[in-house]
């Protein structure tokens, strides 16, 4: 099998390296990940400027590359005939801190895995439910285990998936979910500072909110200790918002 890994928090995060190892043990495994932290980008593209690949060592010699582009950019690169050639299977990850929610819109990690999506091979994003120096371990294995499962069974076209992991050891683990994605948001997100010369400054923060923990949702299984496995789907058109605005009889305005 043939595996391209990238992450949005950089070719040298643990997370990447500790997702390298496990699945290395399945087949050919080739890294292209960000040479920076790139956490929060979305699914940006790199249109105005050049993309570069620099070889970088990885743990067992063989040779990875860091990216000045986005996640995104690092999946277009490996799909490439250029670099590498037309993998089986992407695989996101693993990063440090949650994808739940309205996080999966804001996640380089996940954008990954949905740019893998758009050039039609089977994908998955992986995080680890914490911000702390995670042990990635647990999430590596799953990450090889779910990456089997996908050979086996394949994924639908355009759909991909979202695993998040609890950061439990895995006797802990309860087992795996698969979920929907939650209304997990955040608030009091912008916090209103002064700098030292009296300007006024803005700080995006905040504080996560599940809003409902409605069972079945992607933070109700990590708060749960469960391994939650969310199905996501490119074509995210609202099917019940079409009804509603036939019943508009919308039209050019004369
Ligand atoms: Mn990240």
Redesign the pocket.
């Given at each position: 099998m043939r595996i391209l890994i990238t992450?949005?928090?950089g070719i040298h995060a643990a997370g990447l390296l500790g997702l390298y190892s496990s699945l290395r043990q399945l087949g050919k495994v080739t890294a292209i990940a960000p040479e920076r932290?790139r956490?929060a980008c979305g699914h940006a593209i790199t249109l105005h400027k050049p993309l570069r690949l620099r070889a970088v060592q990885m743990p067992d010699g063989e040779t990875g590359y860091a990216s000045n582009g986005t996640p995104a950019d690092c999946v277009a690169l490996g799909v490439s005939d250029h670099v590498g050639g037309r993998p089986d299977l992407v695989v996101s990850g693993i990063?440090?801190?949650p994808n739940l929610g309205v996080d999966m819109t804001y996640?380089?990690?996940v954008a990954a895995a949905m740019e893998a999506a758009i050039c039609g091979i089977p994908s998955f994003a992986i995080s680890v439910a914490s911000y702390e120096k995670a042990d990635f371990g647990p999430a590596a294995d799953f990450a090889r285990y779910l990456a089997k499962e996908i050979a086996e069974h394949g994924l639908r076209r355009a759909s991909f998936l979202n695993v998040n992991v609890p950061a439990v050891s895995p006797a802990e683990i309860e087992g795996v979910s698969v979920t929907r994605q939650g209304r997990v948001r955040y608030s009091n997100r912008i916090e209103k500072r002064t700098d030292p010369r009296g300007g006024v400054y803005y700080w995006l923060t905040g504080e996560r909110v599940d809003q409902s923990r409605q069972p079945g949702g992607d933070a109700d299984a990590i708060a749960s200790k469960r391994v939650s496995v969310t199905p996501v789907r490119l074509d995210v058109t609202d099917e019940a918002l079409i009804e509603d605005l036939s019943d508009w009889g919308l039209d050019w305005p004369r």
């Open positions: 992450n949005d928090d932290p956490s990063n440090l801190g996640s380089g990690t």
